[in-house]
Structure formats: structure tokens, C-alpha cells
């Protein structure tokens, strides 16, 4: 599956970004999702993740309540809604897919998109 981020871009803090991943080749509805994030000079870091279905979400600590990721099968697309944007939520965001109905650790997902960069400014 080929895997394509969008919607980055530069927004102040308490702002908000949608974030897109459109997928191609085999078939999408079939993979658990995930977006992963990379700030500079740091690890790359789950941020969210959903099952086949959308059925089932994942969210780590620190955007709780702020991020929501979705899918729609139709279209091949999942989303990453992210309200409340911190300047420390500034990273490059990728989109992965995964065989697992749902996973949290890079290792997991044999499939990546490009990145898409989210700047937040203070």
C-alpha cells in the first residue's frame, strides 16, 4: 500500500490542523492505521492510532482529548483532527499502516508515508 500525508502546515498555538493520509494499492479498509510523529533531534513517537473498522481508537497521553484520528474506507483516507495545537506538538507527522488491528510501536507498520511538517508557533 502506498501511502500519502497532507494538511501540514504553519498555525499558531491553540489552533487547528486535519491532517490526510490517502492510500493506494492493496485494499486500505483491511489495515489498522497509525500517525507517528518527529520532532527535531528527538525519536520518532506514536501519536494515534485506528483499527480496520474505525471501530477502535488509540491515543497517546499527551494529546488526549485534543487529537482525533478517523477513517473513512470509501475514500481510501484517514484523518488526524488536531485541536488545541502546543508549539511542543510541532514535528514532521507520518501516516503508517499496519497488518495489526491495532498498534502502537513503529516496528509494527511495514508501510509509511512521506511526512507532512506541522508547525506550531507560540
Known amino acids: 500500500v502506498q501511502l500519502q500525508a497532507s494538511g501540514g502546515g504553519l498555525v499558531q498555538a491553540g489552533g487547528s490542523l486535519r491532517l490526510s493520509c490517502a492510500a493506494s494499492?492493496?485494499?486500505?479498509?483491511?489495515?489498522?492505521m497509525g500517525w507517528f510523529r518527529q520532532a527535531p533531534g528527538k525519536e520518532r513517537e506514536f501519536v494515534a492510532a485506528?483499527?480496520?473498522?474505525?471501530?477502535?481508537?488509540y491515543y497517546t497521553d499527551s494529546v488526549k482529548g485534543r487529537f482525533t484520528i478517523s477513517r473513512d474506507n470509501a475514500k481510501n483516507t484517514v484523518y488526524l483532527q488536531m485541536n488545541s495545537l502546543k508549539p511542543e506538538d510541532t514535528a514532521v507527522y507520518y501516516c503508517?499502516?499496519?497488518?495489526?488491528?491495532?498498534?502502537?510501536?513503529?516496528?509494527?507498520?511495514?508501510?509509511w508515508g512521506q511526512g507532512t511538517q506541522v508547525t506550531v508557533s507560540s
Open positions: 503508517a499502516a499496519s497488518g495489526q488491528i491495532i498498534a502502537t510501536m513503529s516496528y509494527n507498520y511495514p508501510y
Open positions: 494499492g492493496r485494499a486500505f479498509s483491511g489495515y489498522g
Open positions: 485506528i483499527n480496520w473498522s474505525g471501530s477502535s481508537t
